[in-house]
């Protein structure tokens, strides 16, 4: 049974177009001048309970605003919105109880105070029972090794260490349900990689249903089973991630950087694009070609200084599917 | 599905929960000590500067609309103390359009307490109230016994309730300037400005201003039920107004208040948070 429904839910932006000047700050007071922006159009999904579901498009593509609508922030323009049998801005303080809430891009810990004060508040905020509050402690211990400075001053945090700090905040109260608006961004891949392992562990351990955006393919491809594709506020895509690649080509390259002038020769199932003396590209695709394969094949043939592969990005998958579909109507 | 939902047995009751917050937040604001002592001491020098003016221009108009100065002083005590307490309480509504701006208030949105009650327990600036409060005592105590004040307990009971009230009204004068900036965008300088300038017209008898300026205080920031009003029954005077309204005071600021709560639920449904 679907715990999460948008129905043609739209949300359009008005927003005030500012007057300069004594006069126009008394117009925009009494005759305010509007200009409306149409940030989420008609989109229609629903996600499962114990789903873990990527969210993408490319900036301004109407992810966030999206989440927002799901989270009871914002009240949808037309549309519907069901979350856990509730409507989540008319049922707001019963609704987000239940569910969990990670801003990448703003942190909610108290800037001025240690971690554990933070978490401490939200413990009392949502009534969390003192034995689960143990146990959970004790896993973002273990998973995301909190426990190195959970007594440091928020403000003191790498971003990483304050990420993982934020979504282990996000989670203290049990939530049924978690939303995470870019989750990952701006940290490396270590970072990105530890993250990664306690979202899957939260979703497949204690069945918590999850919808995650982010601007990076592999965190789609590492976590989620399915994902959700949109662009100008539509939406394009949805369904599995295997799909997606298919859709999109999910052609990667490996480039290789050599130590001495090479003239490289063709490998099959591959194409071949010399750059220069010191670097080619393999392009390829993900179905025929195994990466280590490639990689040892290269290897052996050449004296490489370097190798790095390169993943599809945001912007050419929605491209591509974008294309694909004008192709087919 | 794992799990069931976990039962909820340990909610705290909002007044632990608004200590929970205000000791926290006292421990952020002396996380740096020596800067919480220099800005509260800040506040109270410039707010006792602003005493001083009055004090210099009331020795060249030893009488005032019939009030003299110790009577000025005590009338100005009150604005002090209200705001003092008021402060306190609705640090978040003086923050608002910066609560906004940062996104923050996104985050009081995904917590499962009502956003007015979040906004009043969270991040409150005590400092002001230390300061604010310091000169608001001083001038009380010390204006109160040179005017000649009994302290009976019908006296300091009616000084207690118009206080509630003066906090409630100005309590709901920044709400409401919340809402407009909920409807109209960021508005909060032109309002502060409002509320300040009338606040100053506020520090002095309302019989000496012609009706125009009066109407400012009684209609659109009702600061005179704040001090004027009641200060002038205290002090026994009656300046020719209907002798019911210093009681009316103490309606009008749960009843202001209570009209500013309603326009926060419904202009919360119009908020658009910010785009990041
Ligand atoms: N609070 C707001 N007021 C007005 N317009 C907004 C607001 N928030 C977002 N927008 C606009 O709505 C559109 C969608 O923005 P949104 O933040 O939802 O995109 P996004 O997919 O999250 O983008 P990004 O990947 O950059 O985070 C953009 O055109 C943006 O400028
Ligand atoms: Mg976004």
Redesign the interface.
């Known amino acids: 049974m679907a715990i999460l429904e948008l129905t043609e839910a739209c949300k359009t932006y008005r927003i005030v177009q500012r007057q300069d000047g004594i006069s126009g700050a008394l117009k925009n007071l009494f005759v305010p001048r509007y200009r409306d922006i149409q940030a989420v159009k008609r989109i229609s999904f629903a996600i499962e309970a114990g789903e873990m579901v990527g969210f993408i498009g490319p900036n301004g593509a109407g992810k966030s605003t999206t989440i927002k609508l799901l989270t009871g922030v914002l009240v949808p323009t037309s549309g519907r919105v069901q979350v856990l049998g509730l409507s989540p801005f008319k049922d707001r303080k019963r609704y987000v109880g239940r569910i969990g809430v990670v801003f990448g891009q703003r942190t909610q810990l108290w800037w001025d105070l240690p971690v554990s004060d933070t978490f401490d508040l939200l413990r009392k905020i949502y009534g969390v029972p003192p034995q689960t509050y143990r146990r959970n402690l004790e896993l973002f211990d273990d998973i995301l090794g909190l426990a190195d400075f959970r007594h440091q001053l928020a403000r003191q945090l790498s971003l990483g260490q304050r990420m993982r700090a934020d979504i282990a905040a996000a989670l203290l109260h049990d939530p049924e349900l978690v939303f995470l608006d870019e989750p990952t961004i701006g940290l490396d891949i270590v970072a990105k990689d530890k993250i990664r392992g306690f979202m899957q562990h939260i979703n497949a351990e204690r069945g918590v249903t999850m919808l995650l955006t982010s601007h990076d393919m592999q965190d789609m491809e590492r976590t989620c089973q399915r994902v959700i594709v949109i662009d100008k506020g539509a939406l394009l895509y949805d369904g599995s991630v295997s799909g997606l690649a298919s859709l999109s080509g999910s052609r990667r390259s490996l480039i290789v950087d050599f130590n001495v002038h090479t003239r490289c020769e063709p490998i099959s199932g591959t194409e071949l694009i010399q750059e220069n003396a010191l670097r080619a590209r393999f392009s390829f695709d993900r179905g025929s070609m195994q990466v280590h394969e490639l990689v040892s094949q290269v290897a052996k043939k050449y004296d490489i200084a370097d190798m790095t592969i390169e993943e599809p990005s945001i912007e050419s998958v929605v491209k591509t599917i974008f294309s694909a579909q004008q192709a087919r109507l | 599905?794992?799990?069931s939902?976990?039962?909820?047995?340990?909610?705290?009751n909002p007044v632990?929960?608004y200590f929970?917050?205000g000791s926290?937040s006292l421990?952020?604001l002396f996380?740096?000590r020596i800067d919480a002592v220099l800005r509260t001491l800040a506040v109270f020098v410039r707010e006792f500067a602003s005493v001083i003016v009055v004090y210099l221009i009331l020795q060249r108009f030893p009488d005032l609309g019939g009030w003299n100065m110790n009577e000025v002083l005590f009338l100005f005590s009150f604005l002090f103390l209200t705001y003092a307490i008021m402060i306190a309480l609705f640090t978040g509504f003086r923050d608002f359009d910066m609560i906004v701006n940062?996104?923050?208030l996104?985050?009081l949105?995904?917590?499962?307490?009502?956003t007015m009650f979040q906004l009043m327990a969270y991040n409150s600036d005590y400092l002001a109230t230390l300061g604010h409060g310091a000169v608001g005592i001083t001038l009380l105590v010390w204006s109160a016994q040179a005017v000649g004040i009994v302290w009976n307990p019908a006296r300091v009971a009616f000084l207690l309730l118009t206080l509630v009230s003066g906090v409630l009204i100005q309590g709901a004068i920044f709400v409401a300037f919340s809402c407009l900036s909920l409807w109209?965008?960021k508005?909060g300088n032109?309002f502060r400005a409002l509320y300040r300038n009338s606040r100053k017209i506020a520090g002095y008898p309302l019989s000496i201003f012609p009706d125009a300026v009066r109407s400012i205080v009684l209609y659109i920031m009702p600061f005179a039920f704040v001090n004027y009003f009641p200060a002038a029954w205290l002090l026994g005077k009656t300046d020719g107004f209907w002798p019911g309204l210093p009681f009316l005071s103490w309606l009008i600021g749960p009843l202001l208040f209570a009209l500013a709560y309603v326009l926060w639920r419904f202009s919360l449904?119009r908020?658009?948070?910010t785009?990041?």
């Open positions: 599905m794992k799990k939902t976990p039962e909820r047995t340990c909610s705290m632990a929960l929970a917050y926290l421990k952020a996380a740096f940062s996104g923050k996104d985050l949105l995904i917590r499962p307490r009502g109209f965008g508005s032109v449904l908020y658009s948070s785009g990041h």
